[in-house]
């Protein structure tokens, strides 16, 4: 009998143990999450703030900033990858290369905006963006269509989607053969 209330205070002074070392976890794991959520906050309210500044008085993009701008967005984006806020600054790391005139790298970052984030606000955008990038400056105009009906064929509904058949329509077209084409149009009408 001795021996077994012995064993029992034992057994109670090892769950007493685990609890406060459980409880102890717990509080560190807390403690950190929310020192990095503090972290990740201050790395986020900085991008913002160097987005901010991008163009400043001026109507150009200031090439120094927009390269500190892309450094920390490239260090958020690795380090974050599940923050919802991720895809939006992927997809200005696009915007801003394309601003660059770095059309292969935009497009390489509108292009892991919707593969890596689908579901995200700017899937739909990103893949028009690429159509438009491949049409306007790389005159990569097979590319271009490929990206404009994928647009249409995913997104339907979206507010570009007269954008994206009208580019299709006027793929490759000069701008001589367009007035043409819109005279011919007039004519016709009247």
């Known amino acids: 009998m001795y021996n077994c209330s012995r064993n029992e205070k034992r057994t109670e002074y090892r769950m007493n143990i685990y609890r406060k070392a459980a409880l102890i976890a717990i509080i560190s794991s807390i403690s950190i999450f929310s020192s990095c959520k503090k972290a990740q906050e201050k790395q986020y309210e900085e991008l913002v703030q160097i987005e901010n500044s991008l163009f400043g008085e001026q109507t150009e993009l200031n090439d120094s900033i927009a390269r500190l701008f892309l ?5 958020y984006s690795k380090e974050y990858k599940d923050d919802i806020k991720t895809a939006e600054i992927i997809f200005k790391q696009g915007e801003v290369l394309n601003g660059l005139k770095s059309y292969e ?8 905006v919707f593969l890596v984030y ?10 028009f963006l690429c159509g438009f990038i491949y049409d306007t400056y790389l005159q990569n105009y097979e590319e271009a269509g ?14 570009f989607v007269k954008d994206a ?10 701008p001589e053969e367009l007035v043409k084409e819109f005279e011919l149009k007039n004519k016709t009408v009247n």
């Open 165 to 174: 058949k009208t580019s299709l329509d006027n793929l490759g077209k000069t």
């Open 71 to 75: 450094q920390k967005a490239d260090l």
């Open 105 to 112: 790298y935009a497009i390489r970052k509108f292009q892991q």
């Open 118 to 127: 689908p579901k995200s606000n700017k899937a739909a955008e990103s893949i």
């Open 146 to 159: 490929n990206y404009y009906r994928k647009f249409i064929r995913m997104y339907p509904n979206h507010t």
